[in-house]
């Protein structure tokens, strides 16, 4: 069974830092790309940020380009998001989402569970 | 960027019914690459279909993806009470990934 398990959200001021991680079991994590989704409570899903298997190759939206950082380390089976400079625009649930392939499938196959990242004074 | 449409905003129907969702596209999509997703409250999204008219481990086949080009439509042949949720359509182009804005099936 697929698990994405993910921790490192809360609350944070505005202008400051917060990393999110997210745990993988249940497949062969190195084999896959990964991906961030966000979503503002009540509100859609915006796609934040991909990473193929082997950190090659990364992708960000305009709207957190040069202020998040993606990675991975395949040996702990474990995906992460650096978040800097956090407005309150950037409040949101975060998803960690498996893909379907070692690049990109162009869909998003498993979600984690979510975690809330309030950006706030 | 590729802007994806949803219509109805609210679809009400009854068990039972068929429930049928439009996704449009402001460029052509790659079929390969147009997705649908369930929302249910207070849980993470659930790939439904992937590749306009595949559909996802575990989905039923009451659900039917079709479509190309611009248009996209999601059938729920015969809605059942834990289909009633928030459906929203993705695409994936130029490196980039978009989202419809939702389409809520409430039962009426």
């Known amino acids: 069974e697929v698990q994405l398990v993910q921790s490192g959200g809360g609350l944070v001021q505005p202008g400051r830092s917060l990393r999110l991680s997210c745990e993988a079991s249940?497949?062969?994590?190195?084999?896959?790309?990964m991906h961030w989704v966000r979503q503002v409570p009540g509100k859609g899903l915006e796609w934040v940020s991909s990473?193929?298997?082997?950190?090659?190759?990364?992708t960000y939206a305009d709207s957190v380009k040069g202020r998040f950082t993606i990675s991975r380390d395949n040996a702990r089976n474990s995906l992460y998001l650096q978040m800097s400079s956090l407005t309150t625009e950037d409040t949101a649930f975060y998803y960690c989402?498996?893909?379907?392939?070692?690049?990109?499938?162009?869909?998003?196959?498993?979600w984690g569970q979510g975690t809330l990242v309030t950006v706030s004074s | 960027d590729i802007v994806l449409t949803q219509s109805p905003g609210t679809l009400s129907l009854s068990p039972g019914e068929r429930a049928t969702l439009s996704c449009r596209a402001s460029?052509?999509?790659?079929?390969?690459?147009l997705a649908w997703y369930q929302q249910k409250p207070g849980q993470a999204p659930r790939l439904v279909i992937y590749?306009?008219?595949s559909r996802a481990t575990g989905i039923p086949d009451r659900f039917k993806g079709t479509g190309s080009g611009t248009d996209f439509t999601l059938t729920i042949n015969g809605v059942e009470p834990e289909d009633f949720a928030v459906y929203y359509c993705?695409?994936?182009?130029?490196?980039?990934?978009?989202f419809g804005q939702g389409t809520k099936l409430e039962i009426k």
């Open positions: 989402v498996k893909d379907a392939e070692f690049d990109n499938s162009g869909y998003f196959e498993y």
């Open positions: 249940g497949f062969t994590f190195d084999d896959y790309a």
């Open positions: 990473l193929t298997w082997n950190s090659a190759h990364t």
């Open positions: 460029q052509t999509v790659h079929s390969s690459y």
């Open positions: 590749g306009a008219s």
């Open positions: 993705q695409q994936y182009g130029f490196s980039l990934y978009t």
